[in-house]
DNA sequence: CAGTAATCGAGACGGTACGTCCCGTCTTTAT
DNA sequence: ATAAAGACGGGACGTACCGTCTCGATTACTG
């Protein structure tokens, strides 16, 4: 530990964070205004006043820089309800919040699908969605430690039951969900999984 | 009947149906190989020993071009098995198969996300892919008037419930699904839906 | 002569005037609208109501389609004046007109320089030109039997020396010309091929 | 000279003399090999190993491209001969030449066609032409301060007398001209211009 | 405090795909 | 057989984007 706090700057120029900064918020706000396939890195390059080399120094390509930019947006919250399902209703309807509200919710189904021909971005999408459903699976095991759902459950089969049919129905079939449907998913998905206590 | 035979044909040299099926097979050949960007209009072209001129007469745009020749992968069928959970299990495995084993998979959701930006995609890949989930919609219909599903249940919702989850895994998680898994799925997310009898 | 009147029309349906009319004079007005390059066999073919078929039955090409069009362009007049020198002043003035005055003054420029690339269009070009030029050949050659150039004067060279410095003037200069500057062009040209009388 | 030493070269990565020299030598050789439309640009950025886009940076159109390549064509030379009429005998002869040898004779032809209709291109190609004629036009001048050709005449008028026939036989007729022609047409065209003494 | 080295903005580079336009041919039904 | 209509293969055009590269100018540390 102390020997990373010693590793020495390296010579030259360092790096502008400034610079950094301003990339991944113009790459954000290009995603944020028009999804995955509205950013281009000469776009991103004159709105953050950088220069291509800039970019390309600290992301290898367009997907990763988008993945970086991406890693900006505020993350699920842990909600404050007690009970499990009311939890889970409340995660979900922001969730579906994000995905329906605006393009950002496509970027990372997108970049998914990619993953099956890019090893390369597979390895960087990975962390990042795992890291996006934290906030559920972390709810979920609390449930299961909590005797709330019913032991040896798998969180991740949770969270893809919870989320799948929210995602599909916003980003598939292009139809607005409410905090009514998203009830009814979550009861309906979890209703054999709880322990009624 | 009438009406459609007198509908007389236009004059005018009609569109060569040859050439229509050459540049959907290629078209579709290219997405089974590489999904959904490895399909290049030129490279169509070639293939379908067409012009470019005459893939543009019939479809728009590069992603009508791909949604037409989606169009010709073999849909779901029906399943055989008696009883509604056996049927969606086989049902979804079906699906699992297509959206895991090939390219193809992605595809779907990579135009379903551009839908949001792009009112044109939207009208053209609406019914594609009603017409994708039309099979298992007519099961979850079939159980509920045959009462093995509860009355008044939402057969959208029920797909979105089984599908929902296993594409979120094999698309979003990357994680192969199998023939237990999709139980699994399946038995939880209806069996508050099920009328056991 | 009784022979060819003899002829029989050809079977089945006769080609049509009108259609022919139609055609050239919808290539006519392409050409002086925007010259040579604004014609398209396609705007033909919709101006004058016709088919590309029937268009392409008639002429080879499109340079003969026009080579055809041109040809109903009002000839240079035989001018009214009695000495050579004030004929060719008269008659190169029209040339001048022709050329200055309407895009269609470049188009036989531009055919006359793909002959030298395109056999088929030479043949056909040859004989449009050679007619154009006909009506001051004939007043050159008619000076010389007068006895109002010298004898042994080669016609064809008189017309260059007259035409060549207007049309070198107007198209590759893009420079007006004037009766004036016409006069004194004639005048240098010929001196010294007059006799004066 | 302090002005342009002063002339900072702009920021960012110069433009490259030897994509530019390639794609220009490029493009001479296509226009030498088949005249001006046996260019293609994609055939051009093929022979130099350059993109369209490096292209079309520094012309904006094909035409631009084209006259910028034909100004590495050899430009007529001043000929070592004394009298006036013998020096336009060869500098005609030499054009004679370049018109009626290549491909490249027939370039400017078909660009000051267009120029009636182009504005942009007429631009582009008014000081090219205008250089072109330099040679001739100091011949010319230099006989007229020289005492050979008679005071106040127009050296335009005369490179016109001279050039026009000779180009309009080639381009127009199609056909050869040799030395002896040119030397009639010189003779002929200036007799009254000249100043015996 | 001068030298060295990595970074910066700017922007050109090769490559590749897009969607449009035109040519000359071909294939329909109607005349 | 010819007409209008219009599709066909081929191929060029000019634009846009990606990821790389070269400039002169900056900004740190190093000797």
Redesign the interface.
Known sequence: MTKEAVTKRPRGRPRSQDSENAILEATLSLLAD?????VTVDKVAAIANASKATIYRRWPTKENLVIAAFELTQPLSRPRKKKIVDQLVEIVWQFSQFMQNT?L??V???L??????NPEL?EAL?PL?KSRRQPIIDIIEAAITGGELKPGTDP??VA??C???????I????LPVNKKHIK??V???C???LITG
Chains 1, 2, 3, 4 share one sequence.
């Open positions: 028009g999804g995955y396939s509205a393009p919710g496509g990372l189904p997108v998914a699908v990619e993953r099956h021909h597979d990975g969605i991740e089969f893809d039951l989320l799948g049919p929210v995602q599909m129905r980003i598939m079939m292009h009814h998913v009861e309906t998905a209703s054999s999984l």
